[in-house]
């Protein structure tokens, strides 16, 4: 079926609507602790032709392959590992995240014509369903899941399991 979710998100003021039993949205907000946070992103398939990813923004500073970035930062399947973690330090306790595709290595795309998403709550975080650019409504383009952790000031995460230490 071809939809172009934009429309009707325009419609809606672009605010999350009911389509099919799911609360479908352009992108999500996650609110978080004004702490430090442990982002884990796991990218779990893509069903598109077109490259697949994630585009997350929140003010604050972000450490990402020990990298540090400011306010925002994308991520493309193809070319990140399956699991990434992010550690993230919030100046106003908000995350928000696109899904985003690109084709033929092209600009970044996203928020437009089919784009849309749903989430699954998950322990620690959602599971994102995720509809492209592309005018249909099967929402397996990407599915990725999200889980945030808050870390104390040693490093650990809040139920005191060293994460460093997991990964050694």
């Not at 430090?36 to 997350?56: A, C, H, P, Y």
């Not at 991520?75 to 330090?89: A, D, K, M, Q, Y």
């Not at 595709?101 to 995720?130: S, T």
Request: aromatic share 14%.
């Amino acid at each position: 079926m071809k939809i172009v979710f934009e429309e009707l998100f325009e419609k809606n003021q672009w605010k999350p609507l009911e389509f099919k039993g799911k609360a479908i949205q352009i992108a999500d907000k996650i609110e978080l602790p004004l702490t430090k946070v442990r982002i884990t992103i796991i990218f779990e398939r893509t069903n598109s032709d077109w490259e697949q990813g994630v585009f997350l923004k929140g003010e604050g500073d972000f450490l990402v392959n020990d990298e540090h970035l400011k306010d925002a930062f994308y991520l493309w399947r193809n070319t990140s590992p399956g699991i990434i973690e992010i550690v993230f330090n919030s100046a106003k306790g908000e995350l928000t995240i696109w899904n985003t595709w690109r084709i033929d290595n092209g600009p970044m795309q996203y928020g437009h014509n089919g784009a849309a998403l749903y989430y699954e709550r998950i322990p620690d975080g959602k599971r994102y369903f995720c509809n492209d650019g592309y005018p249909d409504d099967d929402f397996d383009d990407l599915i990725f899941t999200i889980q945030v952790t808050p870390i104390t000031g040693n490093g650990q995460q809040e139920d005191g399991h060293d994460k460093r230490k997991a990964k050694e």
